[in-house]
């Protein structure tokens, strides 16, 4: 298992070089969930910091599109090699669409969570559910106080 700092070189530069070329607005859960916002829509998944914790990712239980959540639910799944760790939505709202691509290439989590290794899309139900979440900013802090 890496060491937290290990941990922390790998997923806290990223949070803001990462969002830095993004025009949408990223905001992050203290259970190492992200949301980015484009519009009413967020696309959710787990962060680098998650996915290095979790080790090699071996399955992902997804929902299926039109599914509603609330902001809290738990939507899905994921199983590494070391444990397996239930998904919570940071927003609230309904699934419109679904990363078909971890039903058969899981490990993506591991080499590109924030980017092709999202879970699902959700069209949110109160975009005010995010103003409670983090800013990658006190993301980098909590991942920092986390080791």
């Known amino acids: 298992m890496l060491s937290a700092s290990r941990l922390l070189a790998r997923a806290v530069p990223r949070v803001g070089a990462y969002n830095a070329s993004r025009s949408f607005a990223t905001k992050f859960t ?3 969930e992200y949301c980015k916002m484009d519009g ?56 419109v669409e679904i990363n078909d ?20 899309k959700v069209e949110m139900s109160d975009s005010s559910d995010a103003d409670e979440l983090m800013d990658e900013a006190a993301y980098a802090k ?6």
């Open 142 to 147: 909590h991942c920092e106080d986390s080791s």
């Open 101 to 120: 691509v971890l039903s058969d290439e899981p490990g993506t989590i591991n080499t590109a969570a924030e980017t092709e290794g999202w879970f699902i």
């Open 30 to 32: 203290p259970a190492h």
């Open 40 to 95: 009413n829509i967020a696309t959710i998944g787990v962060t680098d910091f998650a996915a290095a914790a979790l080790g090699d990712i071996v399955f992902v239980d997804l929902p299926e599109v039109g599914d509603d959540f609330d902001k809290g639910d738990s939507f899905g799944s994921v199983e590494s090699v070391k444990a397996a760790s239930d998904v919570y939505a940071p927003v609230g709202g309904t699934v």
